[in-house]
């Protein structure tokens, strides 16, 4: 078992900052990727960025490629998403997940249903 504890959300104006930070404890061996997913209110669960452990190549989706990034601390067994430039559209609660290592192949860093374990998430606000 994996658990995810994320921290950092809180409310920021538009144009502002927030780092958003996840650890993971228990059986963190197999994890072979970490991604970021947020989720507005009336809305689906939409994809944010996710990074590869041993790698550390990223991926992002379009909406916030030039004002996010993904990074990791594998001596803390954490990832973190720095988020600049925030808009409105932006406001959700953040989650972060687990990707394991034998979906590696196969598998979608894009795709939620793919991750193994997840956080319970943080609200990140954004006023206009």
């Known amino acids: 078992q994996v658990q995810l504890v994320e921290s950092g959300g809180g409310l920021v104006q538009d144009g502002g900052s927030l780092r958003l930070s996840c650890a993971a404890s228990?059986?963190?061996?197999?994890?072979?990727?970490m991604g970021w997913f947020r989720q507005a209110p009336g809305k689906e669960r939409e994809f944010v960025a996710a990074?590869?452990?041993?790698?550390?190549?990223?991926v992002y989706v379009d909406s916030v490629k030039g004002r996010f990034t993904v990074s990791k601390d594998n001596a803390k067994n954490t990832v973190y998403l720095q988020m600049n430039s925030l808009k409105p559209e932006d406001t959700a609660v953040y989650y972060c997940?687990?990707?394991?290592?034998?979906?590696?192949?196969?598998?979608?860093?894009?795709?939620?249903?793919?991750?193994?374990?997840w956080g319970q998430g943080t609200q990140v606000t954004v006023s206009s």
């Open positions: 997940a687990a990707f394991l290592s034998g979906r590696a192949l196969y598998g979608d860093l894009r795709k939620g249903s793919d991750y193994e374990y």
């Open positions: 228990g059986r963190t061996f197999p994890i072979y990727a």
């Open positions: 990074i590869r452990l041993s790698a550390g190549s990223t």
